[in-house]
């Protein structure tokens, strides 16, 4: 079974910085997708980046041109680098691992952005 250990989160200011990193184990399947998912209080989980294993990355538009999702196969981790942090970023993060239709998340991470 995949298992997944997230950290980096933290509180920050609006306009800081963050890099979330995930570290995946027991990784059989290299075709995979390695993602973000973020979950604010009272909201549902919404995509933040997806990074294919064919190299294609997406982003949701509220994080577009501030936040980039990068893999190291050989190490199995992959990472969230977040700039311009605003107050509306504030969530539980989770990272996600799916291969062969089957999902796998992390423990989650709590990233919290004041103003």
């Known amino acids: 079974q995949v298992q997944l250990v997230e950290s980096g989160g933290g509180s920050v200011q609006a306009g800081g910085s963050l890099r979330l990193s995930c570290e995946a184990s027991r990784i059989t399947s290299s075709i995979n997708t390695m993602g973000w998912y973020r979950q604010a209080p009272g909201k549902q989980r919404e995509l933040v980046a997806l990074s294919f294993s064919s190299g294609i990355t997406r982003y949701s538009d509220s994080v577009k041109g501030r936040f980039t999702i990068s893999r190291d196969n050989t190490k199995n981790i992959w990472y969230l680098q977040m700039l311009s942090l605003k107050p509306d970023d504030t969530a539980v993060y989770y990272c996600?691992?799916?291969?062969?239709?089957?999902?796998?998340w992390g423990q989650g991470t709590r990233v919290t952005v004041s103003s």
């Open positions: 996600n691992f799916a291969a062969r239709g089957i999902n796998y």
